[in-house]
């Protein structure tokens, strides 16, 4: 009986088993099924971490889409001294900035009208009710983080959120772990002061006063 | 770290040293109770773990579909560079040689005076036989005017070139 020199779907089922480095090597070796595998690896994380920068899901998967773009045309350029993650991360972040940036641009032109959409849609957002707590606070995240700089957003998603250490977070950003920590500081604070302005019901009697 | 421990390095908030922080927020991963706790401790903590976002298989499916598209896509077509320096020297060299070989400043010959541009006002503009004048406003050549054959009485301001009232 003839036998099938190559099968797709035992070179998938290969694939899957393998761990991201080797999945590097394939993607090197231009193999579309190693970008097809990393693709279900990393769709969910990428989408979460952008999600939570961008707050806007659409926009995400724009990112998303176009990230992992970037991995396979970049892909001779991965130093398998970088983890893939921290490689892939980067590419992410740095595009999710961008995209901030240039929406922060457009919305500069009209800002009194944008500011009061987003809030309506805040609002309109509580008043489904059913909601549960979580998705609430994710909601009142999404809104006070637009009080962050591009940069302190990113670095609070990832270490405070996703709870990503300090280094990898300064890896992903190519900056130093004391520059991480004074972005983390900066974001803290404008975050709990935000939060005593808009939702005092969620600070401690304490830190009211 | 005992859950006292980390609670009370929590409740500093970022007087605390970040390592001893960072320990403390390791403990919140390992302890419900504490986590529970945590931002009536520090509120920003409160957004220590969002619900994670749910990603359909289809979600999937769509992005690998999408970044296969665009691999497939050719990709623009870049303008053909011109080798920067190089150009830019050239410019130089062209620029140089061109105001050393160019003759002297050109000179100015002295214009005669320009006679004032003549008046452009020709007049008031005619007005049509159905129309009659009723009075001249001022030096602007505008008019009021009224229809000779109706009832109606009809204003009309007629002005001729400029009513600026050269």
Known sequence: ?209 | MHCTQARRLLQQGDAAAPGDRDAALDHLDHCGECAALAPRLDPVLLFRRLPELAVSAREVERVRDAVSILRRAPADPQPPRVAGMAFRFAAAIVAAAGLWLAPGPPRHEPRPPQSAPEARLAGPVPLPEYLASVETLGASGAYVATQVSEDDLTLVILANVDVAGR
Request: some cysteine; overall charge positive.
């Open chain 1, 1 to 209: 009986m003839p036998q099938l020199a190559y099968s797709e779907r035992g070179a998938r089922a290969r694939w899957a088993e393998e761990h991201d480095l080797a999945l590097m090597e394939g993607l090197r070796d231009g193999d579309h099924l190693a970008l097809d595998e990393l693709i279900t690896r990393k769709t969910q994380p990428l989408l979460q971490v952008v999600y939570r920068i961008l707050g806007d899901l659409e926009e995400a998967r724009d990112v998303v889409q176009v990230t992992l773009l970037r991995v396979w045309q970049r892909r001779c350029e991965y130093d398998s001294r970088w983890q893939p993650n921290t490689w892939i991360f980067r590419i992410a972040t740095n595009m999710a900035i961008d995209t901030l940036r240039s929406r922060r641009s457009r919305e500069r032109s009209a800002p009194g009208v944008l500011h009061h959409l987003r809030q309506a849609g805040v609002r309109q957002e509580r008043r489904d009710g059913e909601r549960l707590a979580g998705e609430e606070v994710q909601q009142i995240f999404l809104e006070l983080a637009e009080c962050l700089t591009e940069k302190q957003r990113v670095v609070f998603v990832l270490r405070e959120i996703e709870g990503r250490p300090s280094h990898e977070v300064a890896r992903i950003l190519g900056c130093r772990e004391s520059t991480v920590r004074n972005h983390l500081f900066n974001a803290r604070k404008v975050l709990r002061d935000r939060m005593l302005e808009r939702y005092p019901e969620y600070v401690p009697e304490r830190l009211r006063v």
